[in-house]
């Protein structure tokens, strides 16, 4: 059995659909009455057409059977596994040649990435295997985060022992941790795209009505998404900005001290602002509305 049959059953076996890229990483062709099929804008279902190798991560599957014969058919391609809640895998993916480096400190400065199943691919970066949270999580960019991709529904990663097209280095499993963990919450927040100002955010505090204010967690969205939105430049002013607001909400009885500062924290560091400058912040905005921060 060959190295790449031998990681795509196990893969398989974990419950995750595999299916094999060409050697360019770079999706089988389909066959010729797909690709007709394609061409011509017929209702050709990829996800039904069951053809072994067609349509990409749609070929996917956990079937050991089909797993063997699509290493038949591609046996020198690469390994991949469908990310999103087929999988139920979400990947992190880290690439250094675009500021992936820095921004994989910044999350873990903010304590967004913990320790967890990891590839390090064979380009030089790294993926960060989590479980999916269940609710949708698009494959897309991570919001301000340059460098970072979110593989998860509609996506696909490279698995081991697949080697890169480029520089002919394996991906390679980490040995530091094999445990696939939970997403915190404030990984799923950071991973969505930047909510409208009514929508409802994760983990945000216990919001009570009363003190006058009318509709105090849409006021509390609304300042959050502000810093969160911010052009860089303005982040340390906007925060400010939130800083009041909230505390507002805070002298109105609408939220917690504790849990405001928290909220404040974890956009803050969204923001990628620095400790030091979230904690300025939030002294400087309680105080200015009579209410001490600490
Ligand atoms: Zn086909
Ligand atoms: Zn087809």
């Not at 196990?10 to 990483?25: D, E, N, Y």
């Not at 820095?102 to 064979?122: C, E, I, K, Q, Y």
């Not at 999580?137 to 529904?153: E, F």
């Amino acid at each position: 059995m060959t190295d790449l049959l031998t990681a795509a059953l196990q893969a398989a076996g974990r419950g995750w659909p595999v299916f094999v890229l060409g050697r360019s990483k770079r999706p089988v062709a389909n066959c010729e009455p797909c690709r007709q099929a394609a061409e011509t804008g017929s209702d050709h279902d990829p996800a039904s057409c069951g053809h072994l190798t067609c349509h990409g991560f749609y070929a996917a599957t956990t079937d050991p059977d089909r797993v063997a014969a699509i290493v038949a058919a591609v046996p020198r391609g690469q390994l991949a596994v469908r990310s999103g809640a087929v999988s139920g895998l979400v990947v992190v993916d880290v690439d250094p040649a675009h500021g992936g480096d820095s921004s994989l400190s910044d999350l873990m400065t903010a304590r967004l990435v913990p320790r967890t199943l990891h590839v390090h691919t064979g380009s030089g970066g790294l993926h960060l295997y989590y479980r999916h949270p269940g609710q949708h999580l698009p494959s897309r960019p991570m919001p301000h985060r340059a460098g970072i991709d979110i593989k998860a529904d509609g996506g696909y990663v490279v698995l081991p022992p697949s080697i890169h097209h480029r520089t002919h280095r394996p991906y390679q499993w980490g040995t530091t941790a094999r445990d696939l963990v939970e997403m915190p919450p404030a990984l799923v927040t950071a991973c969505q795209p930047a909510p409208a100002v009514s929508s409802p955010l994760a983990g945000l505090p216990t919001i009570r009505q009363g003190g006058g204010i009318s509709h105090p967690s849409k006021l509390l969205a609304a300042h959050l998404d502000a810093v969160r939105r911010a052009p860089e430049g303005r982040r340390r002013n906007t925060l400010y900005g939130a800083a009041r607001g909230v505390a507002r909400l805070v002298a109105a009885g609408a939220i917690d001290h504790t849990d405001a500062v928290a909220a404040l924290t974890d956009v803050g560091h969204l923001a990628q602002q620095s400790d030091r400058e979230i904690r300025a912040a939030i002294t400087g905005g309680f105080r200015d509305e009579g209410i001490a921060a600490a």
